[in-house]
């Protein structure tokens, strides 16, 4: 059973940078894919960004391309979500997810184990 915990979130303006961070525990963290999955109020959640269990491969949403970076560090078991020229469409709860997955995912429903989320507020 992993444990995951999210840091990193608070409100920001427009143009804004943030840092998201999570620390698992309870299992073997390189085994498992990790993700960054979002949720905006009366909306589905949305897959936002993914990497690899050896951190080689990444995944993104078109909507954040260029402005997230996703980040893992076995040794720390952490993974962390790096964002710049933040939008107010970037409003949403943020969740960070792990994968009994080979491959990378970007589909919420297939993530094993989820933190409660941070809260990342973007204002205009």
């Known amino acids: 059973q992993v444990q995951l915990v999210e840091s990193g979130g608070g409100l920001v303006q427009a143009g804004g940078s943030l840092r998201l961070s999570c620390a698992a525990s309870?299992?073997?963290?390189?085994?498992?894919?990790m993700g960054w999955v979002r949720q905006a109020p009366g909306k589905e959640r949305e897959f936002v960004s993914a990497?690899?269990?050896?951190?080689?491969?990444?995944r993104y949403a078109d909507s954040v391309k260029v402005r997230f970076t996703i980040a893992r560090d076995n040794a720390e078991n952490t993974v962390s979500l790096q964002m710049i020229s933040l939008k107010p469409e970037d409003t949403a709860v943020y969740f960070c997810?792990?994968?009994?997955?080979?491959?990378?995912?970007?589909?919420?429903?297939?993530?094993?184990?989820w933190g409660k989320g941070t809260q990342v507020t973007v204002s205009s």
């Open positions: 997810a792990a994968a009994s997955a080979a491959i990378v995912t970007t589909t919420p429903m297939l993530y094993d184990y």
């Open positions: 309870g299992g073997t963290f390189s085994t498992y894919v």
């Open positions: 990497i690899s269990r050896g951190g080689t491969g990444t």
